[in-house]
């Protein structure tokens, strides 16, 4: 209606600009002819409706995730009844979504392993159609239902609660040194109806290592359980289990897996040819952001290496075992004594070779790296100066610059290299002096290297887990969890109209064109131009 007030106040206004207000007999006659063709050319450039307002069909979305099956096997039958019975109702179509968006028949069972409705709203909006989505109430995204189009709908079908205790998240060291303490946190969530008590025991490459009693569980309850135990001398990377006991009634979420590599040499190590302050500070950061043993191996003469800590001589032979063998090594000064590190060296590499020269360079800006967050916000004016070396990165991520005299001559401090092993190289020296003098200077020394360990460390803990998902071996869709989405109407997004248009509608010019020329007539009768 509004379109059709704003076309005819522009086919009066235009008519106003030649007759003013005429008097009665033809002028008038004229005026309304001009006012009716100015009207519809508005309207047919505005395309206002031609009729009522005619929403579309809506979708109807089924989640496809196996969450389903861990309320009943009768819950999923009773969600193609409702999609059946939608459709019969004047729906227009079926989508499946949860890992991804697609169409296709309805599946016998479920399972997507996600149960994401970000996709599904982006389709939906992208064409103006109102979805009514079919799910179990377990939606991972569900603030971006308020997105969908107008007319759009939730239906959450109920089912058959049941006691239920599931593992949610396993949080474990992704390596340790044979014989040390391994800590394993198992985070346990209850289903809607709560859970008994039980127990989690804990096993490594089929070995009873510990077991927890927990006690009873109130409805979505959670407790956290930490399980310690020795690391059996038994080199290689078994797989940890913890297994809920005794079995309730979804079994699928009673076992998570992670695997845990045990070597007989420190998971991290800092080796040092040269051993200064920028190698002992670092180990220290290296010791505050890694799990299991990091250790640290001095050279104070030739062919004489020293354990950081207890300054114990230790064989060479043992130092190039912990260089080949740990996760992650940072290698300080002669960084090719021994032998090329990529080559000799397993685990992800730092690169840290003292430069010569004696200009002072500045810090001045972070690249555009993974370390980009950690970074932005250092103090650059207030960082003392350090040496940069010459050597030029063949590829990667720049994620730091620094200039000669803050003006000229731009080097990259810290180079990063992405790949199966991560490797970074710190072309520099003097960091310490970050450290050394206190205050926001050593909080950019701690977060340059932690952010540095952190990046080189990502991969090795990929298997780990973090609270939520216990790495790639739970299956998250069988975890207890509250439901995010209620049954009911949900939208607020522009919806389409089906509504003839008025540009669909060619005789709407063709009625404007015969008030033009009838005018025209009138206008010469009156003998006006």
Known sequence: MMLWLLSLAAGLALAALSYRWPAAGLPRVGFGLRALAGTLVAAVTLNAPLGAPRPAAPWVALDASASWLAGGETRWAAARRSVDSLLAAGADSTVLFGAEVRGGELPARPSDSLSLVGPLVEAARALGRPVVIVTDGRLGDAERLSELPEGSAVVVVPGDER?????????????????????????????????????????????????????????FGERELVLKALAPAVEGTPVLEAILEPGDAVPQNDTARATIEISGVATAAVISTSPDQDARFALDVLRGTRRGAVRGYWRVAPGQWRLDGSLRPMEESAVRRAFAEASVVVLHGDTNYFGPPRARSRGSLVLLAPPGGTEDFYVMAAGDSPLLAALADLPWDSLPPLRVGVRASAGGYRALLARRARRLDERAVVVLEDGARR???????????????????????????????????????????????????????????????????????????????????WWLIAVALVALCLEWVIRRRIGWR
């Open 423 to 505: 490797t970074v190289t710190v072309q520099a020296s003097g960091l310490w002096r970050w450290r050394t003098r206190g205050g926001r200077s050593a909080q950019a020394f701690d977060a340059l290297w932690g952010s540095i360990f952190d990046w080189v460390g990502a991969e090795r803990r990929s298997n780990a887990g973090s609270p939520g998902a216990a790495g790639a071996q739970i299956k998250r869709e069988w975890v207890p969890s509250a439901p995010t989405v209620e049954s009911g109407p949900i939208g607020n997004g522009a919806a389409i109209d089906l509504a003839p248009r008025a540009r669909a509608a």
């Open 163 to 219: 006691e239920d205790a599931g593992i949610a998240a396993l949080d474990a060291p992704p390596s340790v040194v044979a014989g040390d303490s391994i800590e394993v946190r198992v985070l346990i969530r209850a289903g809607a109806r709560g859970s008994a008590a039980g127990s989690a025991r804990l096993s490594l490459g089929g070995r009873a290592l510990a077991m927890l009693s927990f006690t009873p569980l109130p409805s």
